[in-house]
Nanobody
Framework: QVQLVESGGGLVQAGGSLRLSCAASGRTFSSYAVGWSRQAPGKEREFVAAISWSGDRTYYADSVKGRFTISRDNAKNTVYLQMNSLKPEDTAVYSC??????????????WGQGTQVTVSS
């Protein structure tokens, strides 16, 4: 069992940056891949980024490639999503999720509650 808690969301102006954190409980977290996804009001959830358990493989949605960076620190049981050059269309609730296998999609076993990111124009 893995429990996930996101933090770091907030309000930022367009062009600004935020770093989201996904803190996990569980001794086996380092063996899990982690993904970030987001859901904007009235829209379907969409994949944002994913990282393998070792951190050697990362995947990004085309909409965030070059602006967002996913990383992890297994010693701290934490995965990060650095978001730069934010746009109003990045506004959404961002959630992290964990799975034994890295997935560039939404089919994860364990989910956090999410953190709100709002980008003003």
């Amino acid at each position: 069992q893995v429990q996930l808690v996101e933090s770091g969301g907030g309000l930022v102006q367009a062009g600004g940056s935020l770093r989201l954190s996904c803190a996990a409980s569980g001794r086996t977290f380092s063996s899990y891949a982690v993904g970030w996804s987001r859901q904007a009001p009235g829209k379907e959830r969409e994949f944002v980024a994913a990282i393998s358990w070792s951190g050697d493989r990362t995947y990004y949605a085309d909409s965030v490639k070059g602006r967002f960076t996913i990383s992890r620190d297994n010693a701290k049981n934490t995965v990060y999503l650095q978001m730069n050059s934010l746009k109003p269309e990045d506004t959404a609730v961002y959630s992290c999720a964990a799975n034994p296998r890295v997935i560039a999609g939404l089919e994860y076993d364990y989910w956090g509650q999410g953190t709100q990111v709002t980008v003003s124009s």
